[in-house]
C-alpha cells in the first residue's frame, strides 16, 4: 500500500477526542486512503475475500453455525474472515468454514473508546487491510449496531451488509442513526415484520444478499479429543440404564437466572421420578451456585459438577453424550439444541408476552431452542413493577425476579413429556 498506513492510524488516534467521537469525522479521515489505495474498486486477483461479524454473545454465535456454512457453500474458494469476540473465540476456533478467525474486544468501545479503536486499527494494519475485502455481512439484528458497522466500515470491505439499525421502524419505533448508517453500510436490510427466529433470520439475510440455503441447522466443531475428555468427566455417572440430565445455572443476565434453591426442589422431584444422574454445567462464575445445589441435595443424588472445569467444546462434547437438557436460557441452552437434546427452558418471560409486538421483544419467540423438541417453562405473570411494562424479556430487574414465579412442579413436567 502506498500510504503509511500504520502512521495514518496513529494520526487517528492521537487527534481524535473520543469522548465526543464524531461518526462524520471517522468517515471524512479514512474514505480519502480507501480510494485512494482502491478499496472501492473490484478486486482482480481471482479470489473472494469475505469478512464476517459476529462481535456479541455466545448463543448469538451458535445461531449463526448455519449462516457461516451456507456462505461457505455459496463460496466454496472464497477467503473468509470470521470476526468475533473473545467470549466466542473458543466456539468457533476449529470452525472449517473460514480460512481465519480473528478477536476484537467490543466491551472497549462503551467503556475506553481510545483503547478500542486502538486495538481495531492494529487489526486493520496487521490483518483486515491485507484482505481487501470484497463484502462483509454482520447477522446482528434488532440493537443499536454502530460497533459492527464502524468494523465493517473500517474493514475497507468494498461493500457491507447487515440488517439495518432501522428494522424496528416497521412497528412504528422511531428511525436510529439513519444518516451514520447510509454513510458506513452499502447495503441494509429490513427482515420479515413476521415472528422470526434469530437462526432463521441470519439465513434471511443471505437470501436478501442473492445467496442459495440449502440446510438451516446448527454446528458445534467439536472432535475426538474434546468427546474423549467428555467420556473420562461423565465415567461417575454413566450408569448402565440411568437417565443422564444436563443442568444448566448460568445465564448472560441475573433476571434470567431461575434460583438455585428452586432447581434444587426440581432435582430432588426428579430423582424420586426417575433413575437419574445430574450433570452441572457452567463456568467458574457458576462454581458457587452448583456447590450450593449440592448442598441442598440429599446425599444419595448422584451428582457430576462440571462447572468450571471444561472448555466450551468440551461442554459441548459432554451435552451430546447426556439424554436432556433443563436450565436456563443461555448459550449453553442453545448448545444443548444444537447437538440434538430435547431441551426444557426455564424463561423470566410470561406467555403470549407483548402480543404484536413479540417479534420485536420476545425472547422466547426469537431464542427459542432451535429446530429441537422443546418445553419452555414461563411464569404465570409478571412481579411488581414489571407488569404492564413493556421492554425485552419481560423482567426489568437484573436479578431473579419475575422467573422466581414459574413453579418446580412445571418444569418438571416438562422433563416428563420430552422424556416420554
Given at each position: 500500500m502506498a500510504t503509511d498506513v500504520k502512521s495514518l492510524a496513529e494520526k487517528y488516534l492521537n487527534n481524535t477526542d473520543f469522548e465526543q467521537w464524531d461518526w462524520q469525522n471517522f468517515i471524512s479521515f479514512f474514505e480519502q486512503m480507501f480510494q485512494q489505495e482502491g478499496f472501492r474498486e473490484e478486486n482482480n486477483d481471482g479470489q473472494?475475500?469475505?469478512l464476517l461479524l459476529r462481535l456479541d454473545?455466545?448463543?448469538?454465535m451458535v445461531l449463526s453455525t448455519g449462516f457461516v456454512r451456507e456462505v461457505r457453500r455459496n463460496y466454496p474458494t472464497a477467503y473468509i474472515t470470521l470476526l468475533v469476540s473473545p467470549a466466542i473465540y473458543p466456539l468457533v476456533c476449529d470452525c472449517p468454514y473460514v480460512n481465519r478467525i480473528l478477536v476484537l474486544n467490543v466491551s472497549?468501545?462503551?467503556?475506553?473508546?481510545?483503547?478500542?479503536?486502538?486495538?481495531?486499527?492494529?487489526?486493520c494494519v496487521e490483518y483486515l487491510w491485507q484482505e481487501r475485502y470484497d463484502f462483509s455481512i454482520c447477522p446482528q439484528w434488532g440493537d443499536d449496531k454502530t460497533i459492527p458497522e464502524a468494523v465493517a466500515y473500517l474493514s475497507g470491505a468494498r461493500q457491507r451488509f447487515g440488517y439495518s439499525c432501522n428494522t424496528l421502524s416497521a412497528y412504528g419505533f422511531p428511525l436510529l442513526h439513519d444518516e451514520m448508517e447510509k454513510a458506513l453500510m452499502t447495503d441494509v436490510f429490513i427482515s420479515p415484520r413476521d415472528i422470526i427466529h434469530e437462526a432463521e433470520r441470519t439465513l434471511y439475510l443471505l437470501k436478501a444478499i442473492g445467496m442459495k440455503v440449502e440446510a438451516d441447522n446448527m454446528e458445534l466443531w467439536y472432535g475426538k479429543k474434546e468427546l474423549t475428555i467428555a467420556k473420562k468427566l461423565l465415567s461417575s455417572v454413566a450408569t448402565a440404564g440411568r437417565t443422564l440430565i444436563a443442568v444448566g445455572l448460568g445465564a448472560g443476565t441475573g433476571n434470567r437466572k431461575y434460583p438455585v434453591k428452586q432447581y434444587a426442589e426440581v432435582l430432588k422431584i426428579l430423582y424420586r421420578k426417575y433413575t437419574c444422574c445430574f450433570v452441572v454445567l457452567g463456568?467458574?462464575?457458576?462454581?458457587?451456585?452448583?456447590?450450593?445445589?449440592?448442598?441442598?441435595?440429599?446425599?444419595?443424588?448422584?451428582?457430576c459438577n462440571l462447572t468450571g472445569r471444561t472448555s466450551i467444546l468440551e461442554t459441548a462434547a459432554v451435552l451430546s453424550k447426556t439424554d436432556i437438557y433443563v436450565g436456563n436460557d443461555t448459550g449453553v441452552m442453545h448448545m444443548a439444541a444444537a447437538v440434538g437434546l430435547p431441551v426444557v427452558m426455564v424463561s423470566r418471560e410470561e406467555d403470549d408476552f407483548c402480543g404484536n409486538l413479540a417479534g420485536v421483544f420476545s425472547e422466547n419467540q426469537r431464542f427459542a431452542p432451535w429446530q429441537a423438541n422443546h418445553v419452555i417453562c414461563c411464569p404465570d405473570g409478571r412481579t411488581g413493577d414489571c407488569v404492564g411494562w413493556m421492554g425485552y424479556g419481560g423482567c426489568k430487574e437484573q436479578y431473579s425476579h419475575c422467573i422466581c414465579n414459574v413453579k418446580p412442579d412445571e418444569i418438571v413436567k416438562g422433563v416428563e413429556i420430552l422424556l416420554q
Open positions: 473472494q475475500h469475505i454473545a455466545m448463543g448469538d472497549l468501545f462503551y467503556s475506553e473508546k481510545k483503547d478500542f479503536f486502538s486495538e481495531l486499527l492494529q487489526l463456568g467458574k462464575s457458576e462454581q458457587e451456585d452448583a456447590e450450593m445445589l449440592r448442598a441442598l441435595l440429599p446425599s444419595k443424588t448422584i451428582v
